[in-house]
């Protein structure tokens, strides 16, 4: 494993200010700001997808959402948390949870994709 930013033992260089920028997390993981917003998970149900209870979910709204990737939608205006599967001409939300049916997608139901999510952020508990 590598550091991004080196932990120094010993002097520290005067220069060494101008030879690496700052971390910045927001710039690593915000690629269209003005299409991004965070949301934070409740429950578990994609918790083999490494979405935990309490994650900060980043979403991307400018990102179409296609077969396989994880997305905040409204059904019946009721937010969820799913992974978005296409199987022919037919669309599903689908959790990771298997006691929790699959959502069937028909023409007429109720639904918007809000975004699709990049990047989650949790705490690591020790």
Same mark, same amino acid.
């Given at each position: 494993?590598?550091?991004?930013?080196? &932990?120094? @033992?010993?002097? !520290?260089?005067?220069?060494?200010?101008?030879? $690496?920028?700052?971390?910045?997390?927001? +710039?690593? %993981?915000?690629?269209?700001? &003005?299409? @991004?917003?965070? !949301?934070?998970?409740?429950?578990?149900?994609m $918790?083999?997808?490494g979405?935990?209870? +309490?994650? %900060?979910?980043?979403?991307?709204?400018?990102?179409?959402?296609?077969?396989?990737?994880?997305?905040?939608?409204?059904?019946?205006?009721?937010?969820?948390?799913?992974?978005?599967?296409?199987?022919?001409?037919?669309?599903?939300?689908?959790?990771?949870?298997?006691?929790?049916?699959?959502?069937?997608?028909?023409?007429?139901?109720?639904?918007?994709?809000?975004?699709?999510?990049?990047?989650?952020?949790?705490?690591?508990?020790s």
């Open positions: 494993m590598k550091l991004s930013q080196k &932990a120094e @033992t010993g002097f !520290v260089s005067p220069a060494a200010d101008h030879l $690496q920028k700052p971390l910045d997390l927001e +710039g690593l %993981i915000v690629h269209h700001p &003005a299409a @991004t917003f965070y !949301v934070r998970a409740e429950g578990n149900a $918790q083999a997808s979405i935990h209870d +309490g994650d %900060i979910l980043v979403v991307d709204r400018s990102i179409n959402p296609k077969d396989g990737t994880i997305v905040i939608a409204a059904i019946e205006e009721e937010p969820i948390i799913r992974k978005l599967v296409k199987r022919g001409s037919r669309l599903f939300l689908i959790s990771d949870a298997p006691k929790i049916e699959p959502i069937t997608i028909h023409p007429d139901t109720n639904w918007l994709a809000w975004g699709v999510v990049t990047h989650v952020i949790h705490r690591y508990k």
